[in-house]
C-alpha cells in the first residue's frame, strides 16, 4: 500500500470521471465502462509507482539525499524482488482489465479493437520504462510528455469514445486540462528533488528548467488547464453549472502559490498530495455541473 502511493491515485480517477460524465452529458453513459475505465486506470497508475520505485532503487536515485517520503526498497519496506514480482501482477491485473473493457464497449469492432490494443502497449510500456530499463525516458526529461498524454489525452479521449464510439473535436479541452493537471503534480514532486535528481544524474524536466523557470512552467499549466476547461465550458454548455469547477481554483491556487514561493522540501512534499485532490475536485465539480446541467 505504501509503494502503491495512494495519494497520487486521484489524477486517474478524475479524468476517468470527467470524460464518463461527458458522455452521461450526451446520453450515452455505461456504467460497465465507466468502472473499468476506472480499475484500469488505477491500476496503471500503481504500476507506474511500483516500477518507479523500483527504477529508481536500482540505479540509487532513492539515497539518503531523497526529499520527499520513503519509498519502499528504500526504506527496507520491500526487497527488489518482492517489487518486480508486484509490478509483474500489477501489468497481468491492468492487462486483464484493459481486455475486458475493450471486449464489452468495443464488441467485434476490427478497427477500434486493434488501435485500443496499441494504445494500451503503449500505456503499459510508458508506465514501466519511465524509472526502469537501460534509458529510462523519466531520466531524460520526457516524464512530463508522458503524464499529459497518458494521464490527459489518452485517459479522457479514450474513455469517452468507449463511451461513445464517437470523438468530438470539443472533447479534447477536456483532455488537456486534465493532463495539464496530472502535469502539476510530477512538476512539484520533480521541483521538490530538483537538487537530489541533479547530483544523481536524473534530468527530469525541472532539472533541464532551472527552479526559476520549473516555477514559472508550474503557473503555465494551471493557466492552461484554467483555459481549457473554461473553453470546455462554453462550448459545452451554457448553464452556470458549468463552471462550477472554478471552486476547485482556490485549494489550487494555494498550492501553485507555496511552489513558487517555498524552497523548504516538506513544504514542497505536502503540495504534491493538496495538488492531486485539487485536481480531483476540479474534476468532480466539472462532472457534477455537467450532470445538473
Same mark, same amino acid.
Given at each position: 500500500?505504501?509503494?502503491?502511493?495512494?495519494?497520487?491515485?486521484?489524477?486517474?480517477?478524475?479524468?476517468?470521471?470527467?470524460?464518463?460524465?461527458?458522455?452521461?452529458?450526451?446520453?450515452?453513459?455505461?456504467?460497465?465502462?465507466?468502472?473499468?475505465?476506472?480499475?484500469?486506470?488505477?491500476? @496503471?497508475?500503481?504500476?507506474?509507482?511500483?516500477?518507479?520505485?523500483?527504477?529508481?532503487?536500482?540505479?540509487?536515485?532513492?539515497?539518503?539525499?531523497?526529499?520527499?517520503?520513503?519509498?519502499?526498497?528504500?526504506?527496507?519496506?520491500?526487497?527488489?524482488?518482492?517489487?518486480?514480482?508486484?509490478?509483474?501482477?500489477?501489468?497481468?491485473?491492468?492487462?486483464?482489465?484493459? @481486455?475486458?473493457?475493450?471486449?464489452?464497449?468495443?464488441?467485434?469492432?476490427?478497427?477500434?479493437?486493434?488501435?485500443?490494443?496499441?494504445?494500451?502497449?503503449?500505456?503499459?510500456?510508458?508506465?514501466?520504462?519511465?524509472?526502469?530499463?537501460?534509458?529510462?525516458?523519466?531520466?531524460?526529461?520526457?516524464?512530463?510528455?508522458?503524464?499529459?498524454?497518458?494521464?490527459?489525452?489518452?485517459?479522457? @479521449?479514450?474513455?469517452?469514445?468507449?463511451?461513445?464510439?464517437? *470523438?468530438?473535436?470539443?472533447?479534447?479541452?477536456?483532455?488537456?486540462?486534465?493532463?495539464?493537471?496530472?502535469?502539476?503534480?510530477?512538476?512539484?514532486?520533480?521541483?521538490?528533488?530538483?537538487?537530489?535528481?541533479?547530483?544523481?544524474?536524473?534530468?527530469?524536466?525541472?532539472?533541464?528548467?532551472?527552479?526559476?523557470?520549473?516555477?514559472?512552467?508550474? @503557473?503555465?499549466?494551471?493557466?492552461?488547464?484554467?483555459?481549457?476547461? *473554461? $473553453?470546455?465550458? *462554453?462550448?459545452?454548455?451554457?448553464?452556470?453549472?458549468?463552471?462550477?469547477?472554478?471552486?476547485?481554483?482556490?485549494?489550487?491556487?494555494?498550492?501553485?502559490?507555496?511552489?513558487?514561493?517555498?524552497?523548504?522540501? $516538506?513544504?514542497?512534499?505536502?503540495?504534491?498530495?493538496?495538488?492531486?485532490?485539487?485536481?480531483?475536485?476540479?474534476?468532480?465539480?466539472?462532472?457534477?455541473?455537467?450532470?445538473?446541467?
Amino acid at each position: 500500500m505504501h509503494a502503491a502511493r495512494l495519494r497520487t491515485l486521484p489524477l486517474a480517477s478524475g479524468s476517468v470521471l470527467l470524460a464518463s460524465a461527458l458522455a452521461a452529458s450526451q446520453q450515452q453513459f455505461q456504467w460497465s465502462v465507466f468502472l473499468l475505465s476506472l480499475c484500469t486506470a488505477l491500476l @496503471l497508475q500503481i504500476l507506474s509507482n511500483l516500477a518507479n520505485d523500483y527504477g529508481d532503487a536500482e540505479k540509487g536515485t532513492d539515497d539518503e539525499t531523497r526529499l520527499g517520503p520513503k519509498r519502499a526498497i528504500q526504506a527496507g519496506l520491500l526487497s527488489a524482488e518482492q517489487m518486480l514480482r508486484g509490478i509483474k501482477l500489477c501489468a497481468l491485473a491492468a492487462l486483464v482489465s484493459g @481486455l475486458l473493457l475493450l471486449k464489452l464497449a468495443l464488441g467485434s469492432q476490427l478497427l477500434p479493437w486493434l488501435f485500443f490494443i496499441g494504445l494500451g502497449a503503449m500505456a503499459l510500456v510508458a508506465a514501466v520504462a519511465y524509472t526502469m530499463g537501460k534509458r529510462p525516458y523519466g531520466y531524460q526529461g520526457y516524464g512530463d510528455i508522458a503524464v499529459f498524454t497518458f494521464f490527459g489525452l489518452v485517459s479522457v @479521449l479514450g474513455t469517452y469514445y468507449l463511451h461513445t464510439q464517437t *470523438l468530438p473535436i470539443w472533447i479534447w479541452g477536456a483532455g488537456i486540462a486534465s493532463g495539464a493537471l496530472a502535469t502539476m503534480v510530477l512538476n512539484i514532486n520533480n521541483i521538490r528533488d530538483l537538487e537530489p535528481d541533479k547530483m544523481a544524474g536524473k534530468t527530469t524536466f525541472a532539472v533541464k528548467l532551472g527552479l526559476r523557470n520549473a516555477r514559472l512552467y508550474h @503557473l503555465l499549466l494551471l493557466a492552461l488547464a484554467l483555459v481549457a476547461s *473554461l $473553453q470546455l465550458a *462554453l462550448q459545452s454548455q451554457t448553464s452556470i453549472w458549468s463552471l462550477v469547477f472554478l471552486f476547485a481554483l482556490l485549494p489550487l491556487s494555494k498550492a501553485c502559490v507555496q511552489v513558487l514561493r517555498s524552497d523548504d522540501a $516538506q513544504v514542497l512534499d505536502r503540495q504534491l498530495p493538496a495538488t492531486a485532490k485539487a485536481a480531483f475536485l476540479w474534476n468532480v465539480l466539472f462532472s457534477i455541473g455537467l450532470l445538473f446541467t
